[in-house]
């Protein structure tokens, strides 16, 4: 098949192309900017989405056969500050994706979040009643709504927890920015209280490509990691992996911090039936996803002076 990505230069979208590849399918990757992969195995062409006539010619261009949304302004605190842009990317151009792709009969898979929910009732099935707290949440389910409207047939919603994995830049999931903070000086505050089931980005590459290749899974479904944990917890493996001592973190609670962080879900965890009987891919556990972690390139000469315990020591891969 040829697939089309958007997000390419992203966490998740830099692993859906690698995935894209490795099981033989014509892959066409976007990014707002253009990225060249440093290895070489694919470059991503600049597509900004807030103009979306140019979006428009390169699809018909291109009409490929199924295009993998995974573009978004994807951190709540950058949504925030600029909520009126971030919508336009958020929902307005992902409907406009999911139209384009009904009309070239291109299968379609978009991606959202589990902050579609309060966290209150956890375990979330994908029927549940949804009630984001952030204006992210609020942007990510008007875009599933508009995208499940769009596109009648031939489209997956996507909703997926806290990714872990290695991002092209080395700055966005929860170990390149532990070990960031580190690398600054900073003590990493986590929460003991704040609860995720979290996947990685490789793992939800498996499955996406795996769902584009299975043209009779349609709607709207929930995938994560086999376990929960703490985002406290989280990062002591993490440190535990990369040879740093427990120390250099200061565990903290939600409760605590409530007013200054303010409302976030406390427990995030999905239901994964009905997708998990019907696909191959399996979730992936902690011990998983620790073992997929890189440490991010510009951080090795620090790392090499400063890691406690050198016995666990990474080498430069
Ligand atoms: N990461 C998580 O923990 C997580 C959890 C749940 C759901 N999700 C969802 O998963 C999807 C992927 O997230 P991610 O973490 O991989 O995101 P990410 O690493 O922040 O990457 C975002 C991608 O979107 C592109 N982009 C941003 N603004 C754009 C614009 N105006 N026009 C065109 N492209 C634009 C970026 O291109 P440039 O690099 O060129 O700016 C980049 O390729 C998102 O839908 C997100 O909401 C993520």
Known sequence: MKIAVTGASGLLGSAVCREVLARGHKLIAYANRGWEEPKGRFRASPLPLDEFDPVIRELFDQWPDALIHCAAISSPDTV?????????????????????????????????????????????????????????????????????????????????????????????????????????????????????????????AQLIVELIERPNLNGLFHWAGKEEVSRYELGRRILQRFGFSEERLKPTTLEQSMERVGARPARLTFELAPLISKVKTVPATIDEQLEEMHLPLELYDWYRKHVDYPGCYHPRL
């Open 80 to 204: 925030a500050q600029d909520p009126k842009f971030a919508r336009l990317i958020n929902v307005e151009s992902a409907r406009r994706l999911a139209e384009v792709s009904a009309h070239l009969g291109a299968r379609h898979v978009h991606i959202s979040t589990d902050m579609v929910f309060d966290g209150m009732s956890s375990p979330y099935r994908s029927t549940d009643p949804t009630n984001p707290l952030s204006e992210y949440g609020r942007q990510k389910l008007d875009a599933e709504k508009q995208v499940l409207q769009s596109a009648e047939q031939n489209v997956v919603v996507l909703r997926i927890t806290l990714l872990n994995g290695n991002s092209p830049r080395g700055n966005r999931s929860p170990h390149e920015r532990i070990l960031s903070a580190l690398a600054n000086g900073q003590t990493p505050e986590l929460f003991t209280d704040e609860y995720r089931q979290t996947s990685s980005a490789e793992n939800v």
